[in-house]
């Protein structure tokens, strides 16, 4: 059984920072490219970013390039997006995915992804 657990979730002010970790279980994670979407009230998910495999190929929407990293420790089988100079409008939960094939290259969409978390709240205060 395939688990994603994200968290580091909160309530920052803008401009502020805040780490999300997702870890995993379930299968062999250093084989799966994974991602980062974010889902805010009364609109759809959304790609936030992605990590291949090995973590040596990173892709991100523009929205947030510049700010967000996403990373990953295939020895802890946890992947990371750092969050810097957070805006109001990233205000969403924000999930974590594991891409359906092995070894596959980024997807930007939900339906190359078959596992997610339960997600992790992320507020911004003005």
């Known amino acids: 059984q395939v688990q994603l657990v994200e968290?580091?979730?909160?309530?920052?002010?803008?401009?502020?920072?805040?780490?999300?970790?997702?870890?995993?279980?379930?299968?062999?994670?250093?084989?799966?490219?994974?991602?980062?979407?974010?889902?805010?009230?009364?609109?759809?998910?959304?790609?936030?970013?992605?990590?291949?495999?090995?973590?040596?190929?990173?892709?991100?929407?523009?929205?947030?390039?510049?700010?967000?990293?996403?990373?990953?420790?295939?020895?802890?089988?946890t992947v990371y997006l750092q969050m810097n100079s957070l805006k109001p409008e990233d205000t969403a939960i924000y999930f974590c995915a594991s891409d359906r094939l092995p070894w596959s290259s980024l997807h930007l969409t939900t339906d190359a992804y078959d596992y997610w978390g339960q997600g992790t709240q992320v507020t911004l205060s003005s």
């Open 7 to 77: 968290s580091g979730g909160g309530l920052v002010q803008a401009g502020g920072s805040l780490r999300l970790s997702c870890a995993a279980s379930g299968r062999t994670f250093s084989m799966y490219a994974m991602a980062w979407f974010r889902q805010a009230p009364g609109r759809e998910r959304e790609f936030v970013a992605a990590i291949n495999w090995s973590g040596s190929t990173t892709d991100s929407v523009d929205s947030v390039k510049g700010r967000f990293t996403i990373s990953r420790d295939n020895a802890k089988n």
